[in-house]
């Protein structure tokens, strides 16, 4: 019996000068939107927990709200926003006054919301498929209310001249989602005009100018 040596190598030329290729690699697995909304929650908290009963008539960065308006509307996204997860329909047409309803426990309501729309965003099959009355997709409308809670969260800061520093990894997956729905959210007065962003801006910093605010905003 011949040695294995013996046996002819019947690879092609072409194949032995040129091997086979490394398959490509799969594009990252994003970021589940339930972990975003946890780590944006967890950067809003201490800045609402801030805000002394005294600044609530305080003007932010949204022209249409005062501190307490705004806060409150936060409060309805965070909400409502728990609904569209679970592919059902919300209303908009009234924002209640969960302030005023809660008194001194509204920060601590608050941060329950904030639990239950995570709890909502890690259902499995919740970033499927459409959701909302547009019918979005449904990751699309979740990073809306990420957009919420980080962007309100920081005109709430500068309102009341607190520190914000916006969550790890939200701030790009924003400007992701701004660049794609802002020529809409404009048509429909959600986003003032972009401002400029100067040289070597921070990615809120751009963010912020994307959506219309001034990132060096004050109140006087």
Known sequence: MNDMQDIPDETPVNEQAHPTAPAPTAPPTPTPISALLDAAAQAALPVLRGVRDDQLGLPTPCAAYDVRALLNHLFQVVVAFQALAAKKDTDFSTTPDRLGDYGAQWPDRFADEAARLVEAWAVPGA??????????????VGAMVLLDLTVHAWDVARAAGLPYTPAPGCVAELRTLVAQMAPTARKMNVFAEPLPVPPGACGLDALLAETGRDPHWTAG
């Open 127 to 140: 970033e499927d498929g459409p959701t909302g009355g547009m019918k979005l997709p449904a990751r699309t």
